[in-house]
Nanobody, 124 residues
């Protein structure tokens, strides 16, 4: 069993930055593909970014490409999402997710473990 706990959300003005963290329990984190998703009110949960176990491959949604950066530190069992140039449309609850695979995954149904989410609000 793996537990994921997100942190780092908050309120920021448009153009600002936030860094989200997701810390995992369990010894198998280093073998997991990790992803970040987000869900705005009244909308479906959508893919944001993913990273393979060894950080060799990353993938981003078009809406965040060039502004967000996903990274991980396996020694700390932590995956990060650096968010720059934030826009009001980035406002959502952000979730991290993980699953035991060596490939990048972008669908919510492909991930087994989920965190509880952290709120990000971007004011205009």
């Amino acid at each position: 069993q793996v537990q994921l706990v997100e942190s780092g959300g908050g309120l920021v003005q448009a153009g600002g930055s936030l860094r989200l963290s997701c810390t995992a329990s369990g010894r198998t984190f280093s073998s997991y593909t990790m992803g970040w998703f987000r869900q705005a009110p009244g909308k479906e949960r959508e893919f944001v970014a993913a990273i393979t176990w060894n950080s060799a491959s990353v993938y981003y949604a078009d809406s965040v490409k060039g502004r967000f950066t996903i990274s991980r530190d396996n020694a700390k069992n932590t995956v990060y999402l650096q968010m720059n140039s934030l826009k009001p449309e980035d406002t959502a609850v952000y979730y991290c997710a993980g699953t035991s695979t060596t490939v990048l995954l972008t669908h919510t149904g492909s991930y087994v473990y989920w965190g509880q989410g952290t709120q990000v609000t971007v004011s205009s």
